[in-house]
């Protein structure tokens, strides 16, 4: 009976002897990946054979070649570890120079010395330095001291995609949402902005958010926008802010909510955000969410209108035109309002036809407000147009000829950056 149990307790111990390599071939896969999984499964298929040859030696009662492959499991287990902790600090000496180099080119990009952040980073990024190949991405899709080449761009972006880095993913998602370097594909770049979003970053949330409220790539879906923003908001982007403090004021995928309008668009001003500098600066002109106040609404729209935002120019302007919580002048309307119409506002163009048909600020001309309000609607064709109605009524009592002059003076003032020109040339020779 003893003897029964004793063999039964031999096996057992066999069995468990063989399963150790196979427990190592999962453990190595694990923790260090393909390339030393596969060495992990050459040496544990000779741990196998010699526990095999072990125990058939034992069972035989050669109890001294038992022994000496014992002896060997520990040896063979030993030498590769050895290796490989060589291996590591050889892995991580190169890391340190690595990052040193990386570091270098950093400084050099801070200083405009692109040229040697290029030479320091291109190397590394051939070697899937991943910082290094989304430096050289962002240089070359900007033109930092070389051509602007968006195509390098994207396959740079797409080596760091690749290794799953999230800034890569988003980038490489813009890069696809306006064809730079690539064909136009919103799908292509929800899928990146996907991509990225679920390893929590602020400005691919931001993005996804984007398209979801416009169906761009993906099913319109407001409650899903208002989510993405929210997880933005989370991490202090200020765009995020500015988009679902839209969505508060408008209703869309939340309650609508005026004070949680003002709350967010505030949180963004503050940071310097342009959008939302503007949107809050309308809610204190109507006083929703808010304590109207026309100072403060003004001051807000120059704010944003310092930066160039095209809808803060035209609503500054409009202040300064009707002398609400700044001083009334013609002349700053007129001025702000060829800014924005520059930018090809809509409601620019509208209200610098007004000021031309009226006189205000600028010698009374139906010819230019006539050039004006057609390019006014051809950016608002909506049905309740002002700047329709207003052109057909003028248009009935001009002559041909004023009509014609209009015309060929919108094709000039539709040129590229040349509205302004356009008009100052206009008015010389009248």
Not at 249 to 265: K, N, T
Not at 403 to 418: D, G, R, S, T, Y
Request: net charge neutral; hydrophobic share 45%; charged share 20%.
């Amino acid at each position: 009976m003893i003897e029964k149990y004793r063999n039964k307790a031999k096996f057992v111990a066999g069995l468990w002897l063989l399963s150790l390599p196979l427990l190592a071939v999962v453990v190595a896969f694990a923790k260090h990946g393909q390339r030393r999984s596969i060495v992990w499964a050459i040496l544990c298929s000779t741990l196998m054979l010699l526990s095999a040859c072990a125990l058939y030696l034992r069972s035989k009662g050669r109890s001294t070649l038992w022994l000496l492959l014992l002896l060997l499991l520990p040896f063979s287990v030993f030498v590769p570890i050895v290796y490989w902790r060589l291996e590591d600090r050889s892995i991580s000496g190169n890391e340190i120079k690595a990052n040193a180099d990386f570091a270098k080119g950093l400084e050099a990009t801070k200083i405009g010395d692109f040229a040697t952040a290029i030479q320091e980073w291109q190397a590394l990024a051939n070697r899937g330095y991943v910082d290094a190949q989304t430096g050289l991405a962002v240089i070359y899709a900007n033109g930092h001291g070389v051509p602007q080449d968006y195509k390098e761009a994207v396959r740079l972006y797409r080596l760091a995609a690749n290794q799953g880095n999230a800034f890569a993913q988003t980038s490489l998602g813009a890069m696809y949402e306006n064809g730079h370097g690539v064909i136009e594909d919103y799908k292509e770049a929800a899928r990146f902005f996907s991509l990225a979003a679920n390893q929590g970053h602020a400005e691919a949330h931001k993005n996804l958010g984007v398209m979801y409220a416009s169906g761009r790539g993906i099913s319109m879906d407001a409650n899903e926008a208002a989510r993405q923003f929210s997880l933005a908001v989370a991490q202090g982007n200020s765009d995020a802010q500015a988009y679902l403090g839209a969505m508060y004021e408008r209703g869309l995928g939340v309650a609508q909510d005026h004070g949680e309008a003002a709350r967010l668009y505030r949180q963004a001003a503050d940071k310097g955000n342009a959008l939302a500098q503007d949107s809050l600066g309308r809610l204190y002109e109507s006083g929703e969410g808010v304590v109207q106040d026309y100072k403060e609404a003004a001051a807000l729209f120059r704010l944003a209108a310092d930066q160039g935002d095209d809808n803060a120019l035209t609503n500054l302007a409009r202040m300064h035109f009707i002398g609400q919580g700044v001083d009334q002048s013609n002349e700053e309307a007129l001025r702000l309002n060829r800014l924005a119409a520059e930018l090809g506002n809509s409601f620019a163009l509208y209200h610098l036809g007004l000021q031309y048909s009226m006189g205000r600020g600028v010698v009374h001309s139906d010819i230019v407000a006539y050039a004006l309000w057609g390019m006014s609607i051809a950016g608002d064709p909506s049905e309740d147009s002002k700047a329709k109605d207003l052109r057909a009524l003028i248009g009935k009592s001009m002559p041909t000829q004023d009509i014609e002059a209009a015309e060929n003076l919108a094709l000039e003032l539709n040129k590229p950056n040349n509205l302004q020109v356009a008009l100052d040339q206009f008015e010389k020779i009248r």
